[in-house]
Structures are given as C-alpha cells and as structure tokens.
C-alpha cells in the first residue's frame, strides 16, 4: 500500500472515531466514501469496514462515558431495541419512496435541525436547569417508533442514527447534550454491531461460504484497532471539556460536513 494512502487512512480514522464517535454520529458517513476513494474498496466492502470501524470507536468511547454517568440506560435500550428491529426491517424490504427522493428529503432534516442548532449556539444558552429525566408513556412509545424509523434508513442508506438520536433527545426529551449525545454512542454498538453481521454473513458481497475477500478482513483488521484508539482519545477530551455549548456546535458543524458529503456523492 502507498506510504500517503496509508497515512491518510490511519489520520482520518483516528480523526473520525475521536470526534463523531463522542458527538454521538459514529462517523460512518464519513468513513465510507474515504474508504472507497481513498483505499479504493467496493461500496459493499467499505461499508463492511466503516461499520467495523464504528463499532471499535464506539465500545472504546462508550466505555468512558459509562465511568462518567453520562448515559441514560433506559432511554439506551429502547432506542436500541428500535434502532435493531429497523435495521432488520430495512436489510429485508425495499423502501418505497424513491432512495434519491428520501436522500434530499433526509438532508433538508439535517438543515433543519442546523438551524436549530445554530439559533442556540448563537444565544449561548445551556439546557442544564431545564433538562428532563425519566419517560413517560406517550415518550417511550415516540422514542421507539422514532428509533424503529432511524434503524431503518440506516439500514437502507447507511445514515448514521445519530442525527435523528441526538436531536431527538434534546429537543423533544429535553436530555442535556452531553448525555444525548453519550446516549447516542451507547446505541451506536448494538445498530453497528446488527449491520456489520448483516454485510459479512448476509450476502452483500463480502464473505461467502467458498470466498473471503481478503482485502476487507486485512482492512478491518487494520484499521479498527485505530478506531477505539480514537474513540477513546476523543472520549476523554469529551468528558472534560465538552460543555452543552460545545456538544451543540461541534455537532452543527459535523452534521453540515455530512450533508454535504451526502450531496456530493448523489450529484457525482
């Protein structure tokens, strides 16, 4: 492999695992088309290793959240549960809404929610005295549908759940940021977990019962020891210095960056 892919491979999944993973995004989006132009691997196989990926970063991010008490279990396994039955669903049916039609539906989402995002950056105002704990009925049962919904397109599309999860959270749960999005990082390593054994034993053209393709597994075995290496760099630079007003800014400017990676490989 050439000395400056390897390089580039290696600082992007560091980079990757440390931020997205601890702004509770997991950063698949970003790892995918990296894998494809830069390694040059099929999109089957990226998205195999991208998972790969998002899982180790998770895990080791997880791990210090957990230390913190910055993750609220409950509300961790209903998203989960829903984020797994979704994903499921999503790996069976097709989606009837044509894939480029939802595609630019998804993205005005994110814009939207930028915005929302923006206005309370720009006010500097911190939800902590007003944060919520606890679910009630109505809660649980949104959340579950919310989270169904979330497993099921990135399932379809590889859309990381996190930018539904996150402002979910926030503005409809009334969770703290941090928490939202340290939440969000738990949900990320059973969703990952599903979807990375959907493309190794499911027929998606990574591993047969007579073919491995070599490439992936050297890819995942490579790399992924560099994601929890970043997730948790990137964790304990989360849990100290990361305030409401950071969580909110770093995620506006992520989800943004994915919007617009999502835009340019559409128009490509």
């Not at 990226?46 to 210090?64: H, M």
């Not at 809404?97 to 929302?116: A, S, Y």
């Not at 059973?190 to 053209?205: A, E, I, K, Q």
């Not at 929890?228 to 943004?256: C, D, E, N, P, Q």
């Amino acid at each position: 492999m050439d000395t400056v892919i390897l390089l580039v491979l290696v600082l992007t999944t560091l980079g990757i695992a440390a931020i997205y993973t601890n702004i509770g995004l997991g950063g698949g989006v970003m790892h995918v088309p990296i894998l494809m132009w830069v390694a040059g691997l099929d999109k089957n196989s990226a998205v195999a290793v991208s998972l790969s990926l998002v899982l180790g970063g998770a895990i080791a991010a997880s791990a210090s959240h957990m230390k913190e008490r910055m993750v609220e279990w409950r509300l961790a396994g209903i998203l989960s549960a829903g984020a797994v039955i979704g994903a499921i669903f999503g790996s069976v049916f097709n989606l009837g809404l044509d894939p480029t039609l939802f595609k630019w539906l998804f993205i005005l989402m994110i814009f939207l929610v930028c915005v929302r995002f923006a206005y309370d950056v720009a006010r500097g105002k911190d939800c902590v005295d007003e944060c919520k704990t606890g679910l009630s009925r109505g809660q649980s049962i949104v959340t579950i549908l919310v989270a169904v919904g979330a497993g099921f397109v990135s399932s379809m599309f590889g859309i990381g759940g996190g930018l539904i999860y996150v402002p979910l959270m926030m503005y409809y749960l009334r969770r703290q940021a941090k928490v939202s999005a340290f939440t969000s990082t738990v949900v990320i390593i059973p969703t990952s977990l599903v979807g990375l054994m959907t493309y190794l034993v499911g027929g998606r053209g990574v591993i047969f019962p007579d073919t491995v393709y070599w490439d992936t597994v050297y890819y995942i075995l490579a790399l992924a020891p560099l994601a929890v290496i970043g997730g948790y760099m990137g964790s304990r630079l989360a849990v100290k210095r990361f305030g409401t007003w950071h969580i909110k800014a770093v995620f506006l400017v992520l989800a943004l960056l994915v919007a617009v990676v999502m835009i340019y490989q559409m128009l490509l």
